[in-house]
């Protein structure tokens, strides 16, 4: 018994080593990535790339903040904050009439939602360009938020579908018989329980919708339009020698997404599993 119970016991070391070399492979374009940005441009091509600036600097930030940085960022934001607000509130509806009206009509529709998870977005960029141009939406922020929702639409209703089952059903019967209409239940009872869910969804589009890259290059043109993704690659070409600088804007793009995860991190791990252990 003795036996059995050290060697149960015993220390893991072989997954212990494996942990510690996948966080180091994980950490270190991270490290790499931050200690860049507040390297002097000229120490770049001299100094170790993995060591400690000795003047560590914000002129990259500087030199970002001063290319329009602030335009685009307010651009990312609108077209994020609108798409994913408008995806999740259309999304929770459905998801509540889909669990609460198993009829045969929300089943087929729920079927005919899970289809455009199988959908790439390069397959369809060229209807979408077409439909964009016609509603008169093209180098617009429009342009970017009307697919943005369309596309969220899916996966974001399976994980509210999936979760809202979760949910005893004799609750919504109980305020039922207090006298309660679906919209009492709905914002009662549904998206107190299935905040957790709410909060996977929104931050899940939301660095699908901050990160998208395609969406912005087919559909817009004018540099008042463009968002962040597109203009990293702009200041590519702007800042083309400078590494540190384009490197800054990096750092400054993602700042947003840690905060949003930040905030939302207990919810992420029950949202996207409810209802799948089933």
Known sequence: MSVALRGRNAPNLIGGALGWLWLAITILPIYYIVVTSL???AQYFSANPLSVPTAPTLTAYGQVLQADFATYFLNSVVVTGVSVAAAVFVCLLAAYVIVRNPSRFSRRFFDALLLGIAIPLQCVIIPVYYLIVQLGL??????????????????TVLILVNFLRDVPGELFESMTVDGASPWRMLWSLAVPLAKPAIITVAIYDALNVWNGFLFPLILTQSASQRVLPLSLWSFQGAFTVNVPAILA?????VLPLLAAYAVGRRQLVSGLTAGFSK
Do not use: H, K, N
Not at 249 to 253: G, T
């Open 39 to 41: 390297r002097p441009r």
């Open 138 to 155: 093209y180098d617009t922020l429009w342009a970017l938020i009307l697919p943005s929702i369309a596309f969220a639409i899916p996966i």
């Open 249 to 253: 804007a990096v750092v400054l793009s």
